[in-house]
């Protein structure tokens, strides 16, 4: 079993819709990094947790410690959201581990 | 304030070389992480730098390696090439590490290993 998973693996929606993404992981973490993918390769940091939640702009990421989880919410999609959303959890071995990403299309 | 710059962007080389690729971190960013991304393994820690020393390591052979400068620029060597090795290299600074702080990822390193 894997450290990190996410669903769904793919995510098609319409512009405008709101989008939930999940990610669970099995071990101990210090902080849970959302990451952004662009094609071509570039990541961009969206999120780094520990507690709670955080909030930018249309993007709502929240984590459950007790339940190790955590979602990454998109509200009023666009088509430029499209990409491949990482979860990414640093464990108490010191270890950076990553989930196997969620490529989401947000379709005009 | 620039962002994190990786050296080559592209690079061809063949099995049984060895390659090195630069990292210039963030001006004042202190940590410098290094990444493997390939499609069959995903992303996938390498290790981490901080003030020139290793802090964390990931779970890869002895012919990858990495050392940090005075400059908190880094660089990464992967000796005696192997067709596997194949893979996009991503470095990301932050201030004082990844468990501490948000990382900034760098454009990256495509390596073609033939």
């Known amino acids: 079993k894997n450290e990190v998973e996410q669903s769904p693996q793919n995510l098609t929606a319409q512009e405008g819709e709101f989008i939930t993404i999940n990610c669970s992981y099995s071990?101990?973490?210090?902080?849970l990094h959302w990451l952004q993918q662009h094609p071509g390769g570039g990541i961009v940091s969206l999120f780094m947790?520990?507690?709670g939640k955080k909030k930018h702009g249309r993007l709502i990421a929240t984590i459950n410690i007790q339940e190790k989880h955590s979602s990454l919410h998109i509200t009023a999609s666009h088509p430029r959201d499209s990409a491949v959303y990482i979860c990414?959890?640093?464990?108490?071995?010191?270890?950076?581990?990553f989930g196997p990403g969620t490529r989401l299309s947000v379709l005009p | 304030k620039a962002g994190v710059t990786q050296t080559p962007r592209y690079l061809i080389k063949t099995r049984g070389q060895q390659v090195t690729l630069s990292c210039s971190p963030i001006?004042?960013?202190?940590?410098v992480s290094w990444y493997q991304q390939t499609p069959g393994q995903g992303l996938q820690f390498l290790f981490e730098y901080f003030s020139e020393t290793q802090r964390n390591k990931g779970n890869f052979p002895g012919r990858f390696s990495g050392r940090q400068f005075s400059n908190s620029r880094s660089e990464m060597n992967v000796s005696t090439l192997e067709l596997g090795d194949s893979a996009l290299y991503l470095c990301?600074?932050?201030?004082?590490?990844?468990?501490?702080?948000?990382?900034?990822f760098g454009p990256g390193t495509r390596l073609t290993v033939l």
């Open positions: 990301a600074s932050s201030l004082a590490g990844v468990s501490y702080n948000e990382q900034f």
């Open positions: 947790l520990s507690s």
């Open positions: 990414a959890v640093h464990n108490y071995g010191q270890n950076f581990v």
């Open positions: 071990v101990g973490i210090s902080a």
């Open positions: 001006s004042g960013h202190r940590s």
